[in-house]
């Protein structure tokens, strides 16, 4: 069976005085949970300090982002090794918001999964489409070209750690939630997809998270679906005992 991930996208939120108050919180609360994985993915600049903060815990810590050079004249960036340097074991690769403000395409998040999996992180693999895509009846075409341009080239074995999260744009941090049918469609879309290129093991293997407006109210009716193997929770991830009854649903 497929354990869940219950990953938190802290996007530009918290200082480091918030993050140590936030585990504080939050640790007690998730301290029974087992049969999921639990992963906070806060700004760079917290990430020891977090990774402090979970030590002898089952959180696990994670990036927003990495770069594909390990080190160099890359002014502002961070490397995956550095990352699991600070205590990382999970990078979140080509979020939407990445994709739409600065500047990530296909081949780039093609680029910074394989450098992160040399680094032996796990990278969370954000596909998903715009309002308009879904309204021209495109949602399909779009998870098929950024599944073939950022994931299609990963060899079987580099295709086995990474962990994919569909994440509709006209559902992140807009109160509107994708319905969990239309969550699993899509869902099971891209396991389709997975299906055809790595074929059936390593399709059955592989977790697929929903993204979206994921709140403390929606969350189990959303891992009812057998197609939806955990979720990325950006706004509600922020409160401790908001994102402790997400990974508890
Ligand atoms: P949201 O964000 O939960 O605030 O909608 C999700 C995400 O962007 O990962």
């Known amino acids: 069976m497929r354990t869940p991930v219950m990953a938190g996208n802290w996007k530009m939120f918290k200082n480091v005085a918030e993050t140590n108050a936030f585990f504080e919180k939050f640790k007690p609360l998730v301290a029974s949970t087992t ?30 982002n990495c770069y594909w050079e390990n080190e160099g004249a890359f ?20 979020h939407s918001e990445r994709r739409q403000f600065f500047g990530e395409t296909d081949e780039t998040a093609h680029k910074r999964i394989v450098a992160a999996l ?20 495109n ?5 098929d070209r950024q599944f073939r341009g950022g ?3 990963l060899s079987s074995d580099q295709f086995a750690n990474i962990v994919i999260a569909y994440e509709p744009v006209w559902a992140i941090g807009t109160g509107k939630t994708a319905t969990p049918q239309i969550a699993a469609e899509a869902h099971a ?11 059936p093991q390593a399709a059955d293997a592989l ?12 969350a189990k009716e959303l891992m009812a679906q057998e197609e939806i193997d955990g979720v990325l929770v950006g706004g509600a991830s922020l409160k401790p005992d908001g994102f402790a009854s997400i990974v508890n649903y």
């Open 35 to 64: 049969g999921r994985e639990i992963v906070i993915c806060p700004p760079f600049v917290d990430l020891p300090v977090a990774a402090w903060a979970a030590r002898d815990s089952n959180i696990d810590i994670g990036g927003q």
């Open 207 to 218: 977790r697929i998270l929903y993204g979206g407006s994921v709140k403390p109210e929606n």
């Open 139 to 143: 949602t399909n075409s779009v998870l």
């Open 151 to 153: 994931i299609a080239g």
């Open 75 to 94: 002014t502002g960036e961070i490397s995956p090794s550095m990352l699991a340097g600070a205590g990382a074991k999970w990078v979140i690769i080509a």
């Open 189 to 199: 879309f891209i396991r389709g997809l997975a299906r055809t290129k790595f074929g």
């Open 118 to 137: 040399a680094a032996g992180l796990k990278p969370i693999v954000c596909v998903g489409e715009l309002l308009a895509d879904r309204e021209a009846g």
